[in-house]
C-alpha cells in the first residue's frame, strides 16, 4: 500500500522525537529507505520522493543525495534545480562525496545557480580527498584547462593518476594524454604527491 507523505513524515518523526531508541529509528529509516529504492526500480518516482522527503527533513544523507538528484533530473516531481541544489548542499555539508561532487556538477555548468568554476572546483575537491574517482578525473580537467583555477599540469597529473589508481579508464586517458605536453621533472614531481596523498585518501575510506 503506498504511504502519503503525512504518513511516512509521522512515522518518521516520532521515531526521531519520541520512545524507540536509536536503534528501532535506525531500522525504521533503513526500511523506508530501501522502500524508496524499491520504488525507483519499479519507475515509481513519486512514490520515491514521498517516502525520501521526510528522511531528508531529519538529515539522512543518504535521502538527501536522492531527493536531490529527483528534483534535479524531474523524476516524479516537475525538474527544480533550486531544490536539487538545496538538497545536494545539505548532503554536501555533511561530507558526502557523492552530492560534493554534483553540487560541483551544478556549478561548473551553471544548473540553477550562477556558473562559477572556482565553486566548482571547492567541492570537486572534497569529493576528490575522498577518494570519489569522477571528481578526481573533473578536478583534473579544470587544472589541466586552466579556468577557474590556475592552470598546472602537475596537479592535473596528480589527479587523473588517483582516479587511474582506482582503474578509472577516463582518468587513465587523459593522465595519459596531459603527460604528453609535460617535462620528465613535472611527471616525477606528480608521482611524488600522488605517492603522498594516496595513504591519506585510504585512510578516509
Avoid at 172 to 186: E, I
Wanted: hydrophobic share 45%; proline share 3%.
Amino acid at each position: 500500500m503506498a504511504r502519503s507523505v503525512i504518513a511516512v513524515t509521522a512515522l518518521v518523526v516520532l521515531a526521531a522525537q519520541a520512545g524507540l531508541g536509536r536503534p528501532a529509528a535506525a531500522g525504521l529509516f533503513e526500511d523506508l529507505f530501501e522502500e524508496g529504492r524499491a520504488a525507483v526500480q519499479r519507475l515509481d518516482h513519486a512514490a520515491a520522493l514521498r517516502l525520501w522527503l521526510p528522511l531528508a527533513d531529519q538529515g539522512d544523507v543518504r535521502a538527501q543525495v536522492n531527493v536531490g538528484r529527483l528534483y534535479d533530473n524531474g523524476e516524479g516531481t516537475p525538474e527544480d534545480y533550486g531544490e536539487a541544489l538545496t538538497w545536494y548542499r545539505k548532503a554536501a555539508d555533511q561530507g558526502d562525496a557523492q552530492a560534493q561532487y554534483r553540487l560541483g556538477a551544478m556549478y561548473l555548468i551553471g544548473k540553477g545557480v550562477k556558473r562559477d568554476v572556482a565553486e566548482a572546483a571547492k567541492w570537486y575537491r572534497r569529493a576528490a580527498d575522498q577518494g570519489f574517482a569522477r571528481a578526481q578525473v573533473i578536478l583534473g580537467d579544470i587544472y589541466s584547462v586552466g579556468k577557474g583555477l590556475p592552470r598546472d599540469l602537475v596537479r592535473a597529473y596528480m589527479w587523473f593518476s588517483l582516479a587511474a589508481g582506482q582503474g578509472d579508464a577516463n582518468g587513465m586517458q587523459r593522465r595519459d594524454a596531459v603527460s604528453r605536453g609535460m617535462k620528465p621533472s613535472q611527471i616525477a614531481e606528480a608521482g611524488k604527491l600522488v605517492r603522498q596523498r594516496q595513504p591519506a585518501i585510504g585512510d578516509r575510506n
